[in-house]
């Protein structure tokens, strides 16, 4: 681990001629226009936000856009994951379209990771490719869902079925913006960045034992370490692996246990996907311990970490809705990380050394998911 960040820093995102920057720090909404001047083809963009981001900042983010001389429109949507739908993508598509858009426009996505999915997917498909850009405001948008050109929506067979790898142009995550954050919102992205240590950087999940709590409670030198690092473990995985045929993987630690939950409780408010990835990464060890991959201590040591920042610490902690083994398994068999029929679990041989696993046999996990829901 490096010293806390006091200042910003850029990370690059090497993809050869789709290679593109993320830059972090505070108040980079207030300086888009300066920055989006110099990266657009054309001036003219439309901002595609939520109805919960626009008060707090679209009128900021245009009035940016306007000192720098770039034409704006804004187009906001419902808040919440299932606006990740066809019939939202539908919406965006023609209201696009109905605003006269062409293939010199860039799209903005001003908001969460639900935002930015459904844009970026929009701007794929949309003239056959838009550029776009990611202004991500959740903390699970900035460390994870806006970088790396994954788009997509849900379906009713399983979370983000349908989408394409479509690059942003550049990604501005203002640290500032998680001031508003309510701290469920903090919490849930806390899952996704305790994911980087424990895939392969034990130095980083130290780091976090330490500085969690006051990470989550808003000190933002440790909001902006913990975004910087996180970014550039993902970016350092993604300039390997853009399409998920090797290392990229590794991303989706818990992620197999947390799709499923999340299509039992219909991709709504009941379960954050943050919240979901925390229980499936605890639930990812346990597997791990149960077929003898590493020692129960880091279980309990991953378990408590989530525990005392008030994340979901496995199915037990989840008491407000009767799980069942067998529903959760038929989930997995939809996930869109099945090979072969194969449902595909990212273990660990213990904290910082996550791999990729094909050949789990469906009882252990059967036998584990009923342990945990009669525990």
């Known amino acids: 681990m490096t010293q806390a960040l006091l200042s910003p820093t850029i990370v690059p ?4 001629e789709r290679s593109y920057e993320v830059r972090i720090g ?3 909404i207030d300086q888009a226009g300066t920055i989006l001047a110099a990266q657009l083809t054309r001036k003219d963009v439309i901002i595609v936000t939520d109805a919960n981001v626009a008060p707090l900042y679209l009128p900021r ?3 940016a856009l ?6 704006s429109q804004a187009i ?8 990740k739908d066809f019939a939202h993508l539908e919406q965006l598509t023609s209201a696009l379209l109905n605003k006269g858009v062409e293939r010199g426009t860039t799209l903005i996505a001003l908001g969460g990771g639900v935002i930015g999915d459904l844009a970026g997917f929009t701007a794929a498909i949309t003239l056959r490719g838009l550029d776009y850009v990611q202004v991500p405001t959740t903390l699970l948008a900035q460390v994870d869902s806006s970088v790396g050109g994954k788009t997509a929506i849900d379906t009713p067979h399983g979370k983000n079925l349908v989408g394409a790898f479509h690059q942003p142009r550049l990604v501005l995550a203002d640290i500032a913006a998680l001031a508003t954050l309510p701290l469920r919102q903090v919490r849930a992205g806390y899952g996704e960045v305790v994911k980087y240590g424990l895939i392969n950087d034990l130095s980083f999940f130290l780091w976090l034992e330490k500085h969690g709590a006051a990470l989550v409670d808003g000190n933002e030198a440790h909001r902006l370490e913990a975004v910087a690092t996180s970014v550039k473990a993902k970016a350092d995985i993604v300039s390997r692996d853009e399409r998920e045929t090797g290392d990229r993987a590794l991303l ?3 992620h197999t246990f947390a799709h499923a939950l999340e299509a039992e409780t219909g991709f709504g ?6 919240e979901a990835v925390a229980a499936g990464i605890v639930l990812a060890f346990a597997l791990s311990a149960r077929l003898k991959l590493c020692p129960d201590a880091d279980v309990e040591r991953v378990r408590s970490h989530f525990a005392a920042v008030g994340l979901p610490s496995g199915l037990k902690s989840l008491t407000h809705r009767a799980w069942k083994a067998d529903a959760l398994i038929a989930h997995m068999r939809h996930d869109k990380k099945v090979r072969d029929q194969k449902i595909r679990f990212i273990l660990a041989r213990g904290i910082g050394q996550a791999f990729v696993s094909d050949g789990v046999d469906p009882d252990v996990v059967a036998g584990l998911l009923a342990d945990e829901i009669a525990a």
């Open 13 to 16: 995102v090497a993809l050869g």
């Open 26 to 28: 505070a108040g980079l």
């Open 269 to 274: 408010e009941e379960l954050l996907h943050g």
């Open 76 to 83: 906001v949507l419902p808040p919440g994951e299932g606006t």
């Open 66 to 71: 306007k000192t720098s001389g770039i034409r």
């Open 61 to 63: 983010f245009e009035q």
């Open 252 to 254: 989706n630690l818990g």
